[in-house]
């Protein structure tokens, strides 16, 4: 199924993406590192539509915090989009994400052991042809929690990633390591909640 977009908010989410991705490019030159930085398009309440519209100008990566919300998009949406999970993730709203979102390239909201233990368990029922990517979240006012997860892992520091910067701090998050930002509004708009 192809979902059709409006010509005049398609030039606006195309041009935003445009800009946004050089803001980004500048932060990365300013920030003197050269590892790449994903923009994550955060399309929690828009229309599937607007995604379109960001799919048509060559985005791929798309983030959504509400299992149901996602579950009724992504059917609707190219099978090559890669979709990030940002929102809170109950473990027994699990096992519908993943079977019903094929695309699901990462869930950036790891917070148990729990939680871990079972996108393991389902991702390996499911046999998932990609692997699922997991960001863990981490107490940043805590000094060392960083390198206390790197440890943990047995992982360099630096083979892993940070999500982290919205739309109002994202090119200061860029500067500071940030390999993963998460935008929305600035590309899609405000949003509407009255609905
Ligand atoms: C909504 C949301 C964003 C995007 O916020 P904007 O300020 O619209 O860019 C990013 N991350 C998370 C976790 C969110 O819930």
Redesign the pocket.
């Known amino acids: 199924m192809s979902v059709q977009s409006s010509p005049a908010t398609d030039k606006a989410v195309a041009r935003a993406l445009k800009d946004v991705a050089a803001r980004i490019d500048s932060a990365v030159k300013r920030s003197g590192r050269t590892q790449p930085v994903r923009l994550v398009a ?1 399309s ?1 309440t828009k229309p599937a539509g607007a995604i379109q519209e960001a799919y048509d100008a060559g985005h791929r990566d798309f ?1 959504e ?1 509400y299992v149901q919300e996602l579950l009724d998009k992504a059917p609707l949406l190219p099978g090559d989009i890669r979709w990030h999970f ?2 809170h993730l109950q473990s027994n709203k699990a096992r519908a994400l993943l079977e019903g979102v094929p695309g699901l390239a990462c869930v950036q909201t790891v917070d148990s052991a729990k939680l871990a233990d079972r996108l393991n368990r389902i991702a390996t029922d499911l046999q998932r042809q990609q692997k699922l990517g997991v960001m863990l979240q981490v107490n940043t006012s805590g000094d060392e929690s960083k390198a206390q997860v790197a440890a943990a892992l047995g992982v360099s520091a630096d083979s892993l990633e940070l999500s982290m910067g ?3 701090d994202f090119e200061q998050a860029v500067e500071m390591g940030s390999t993963n930002v ?5 590309i899609f708009g405000a ?1 509407n909640y009255s609905k």
Do not use: A, Q
């Not at 998460?182 to 600035?186: A, D, K, P, Q, Y």
């Open positions: 955060v929690k983030g915090n940002i929102g919205m739309s109002g998460r935008v929305g509004s600035t949003r």
